[in-house]
């Protein structure tokens, strides 16, 4: 007999990958990168604070560059809230964990509240190169995905992301 997959689970389970890597880059980008906006340069070899400094002239992101108040606090936050979020997301995607959607819905609203705030200051700026907003958009797009992902009935997406099927 043949397994039937219905389709809510195969997109359930694109859906828990494609946010599985978004989870993992986020997490290795806060870490190497944002953080830089808020601990010691010191902290971090000069390969990643060069690497930061070429991102902010090859972009234009003077948030990044001149570190104004509100985006040092949406950093902070990044870092405090969002990126153990992050951490506890990718475990429960691999584990199957059913408060996989409480902590994806959490992740997914905390991270879009503090994006809108950075993309309505870069618009108003001036500064709104498309190659700007191309780097801050896919961070409001995948927190929108996260809060959908939370919200989907839970019966869709029972089994862990690398479940392994028991032979009979």
């Known amino acids: 007999m043949a397994i039937q997959h ?7 389970k694109s859906v828990n990958m494609l946010l599985l ?30 690497l930061v400094d070429w991102y ?8 990044v560059k001149d570190k104004p108040p509100f985006f040092v606090g949406c950093v902070v936050l990044e870092i405090l809230v969002q990126c153990p979020l992050a951490i506890a997301n990718i475990y429960g995607i691999i584990k199957g964990k059913r408060w996989f959607q409480t902590t994806c819905l959490i992740y997914g609203v905390c991270t879009a509240t503090t994006m809108i705030p950075i993309l309505a200051d870069i618009l108003a700026s001036g500064s709104a190169s498309s ?10 797009i995948f927190p929108l995905i996260a809060i959908g992902r939370g919200l989907a009935p839970i019966q869709s997406f029972k089994s862990p992301a690398f479940s392994v099927k028991k032979r009979a």
Do not use: N, W
């Not at 993992?24 to 604070?49: E, G, H, M, Y």
């Not at 902010?56 to 948030?63: I, P, S, V």
């Not at 190659?131 to 409001?140: A, E, H, S």
């Open 6 to 12: 219905s389709p809510c689970s195969c997109v359930g």
């Open 21 to 50: 890597a978004f989870f993992s880059l986020v997490t290795i980008a806060t870490i190497l990168i944002d953080s830089q906006a808020i601990l010691p340069a010191c902290l971090f070899p000069d390969l990643l604070r060069h």
């Open 56 to 63: 902010a002239t090859e972009y234009g992101d003077y948030l």
């Open 131 to 140: 190659k700007l907003l191309g780097m801050y958009i896919p961070f409001l």
